[in-house]
């Protein structure tokens, strides 16, 4: 059965740093990604990196600041989150995917999400 557990996350300030770590089991995937999602909005996609990670994608909003990484010996990622502005506040979810995509109907494993806030 394939479960992914986050951690990290939090209440932080504008300009703060935050890391995110996401640890798959069950089985490896082609891609495992964050995405998020804000009161009253849809889940979007944030950052993707390939099992090799040799292909790693991230969403215009977090170009720059935000860097996705894994280990694969403990089949996780993770996400350093820098200059963390109100706007990134959001319930953040890791998930994995059979291909190389950053659509949210691409993935089919999630896990239940932790809680990043940013004040101004």
């Known amino acids: 059965q394939v479960q992914l557990v986050e951690s990290g996350g939090g209440l932080v300030q504008a300009g703060d740093s935050l890391g995110l770590s996401c640890a798959a089991s069950?089985?490896?995937?082609?891609?495992m990604g964050w995405f998020r999602q804000a009161p009253g909005k849809e889940r979007e996609f944030v950052s993707a990196i390939s099992w090799s990670a040799r292909w790693i994608r991230y969403a215009d909003s977090v170009k720059g600041r935000f860097t996705i990484s894994r280990d694969n010996a403990q089949n996780t990622i993770n996400l350093q989150m820098n200059s963390l502005k109100p706007e990134d506040t959001a319930v953040y979810y890791c998930?994995?995917?059979?291909?190389?995509?950053?659509?949210?109907?691409?993935?089919?494993?999630w896990g239940q999400g932790t809680q990043v806030t940013v004040s101004s």
């Open positions: 069950g089985r490896t995937f082609a891609a």
């Open positions: 998930a994995a995917a059979a291909t190389l995509t950053t659509n949210v109907v691409g993935y089919g494993s």
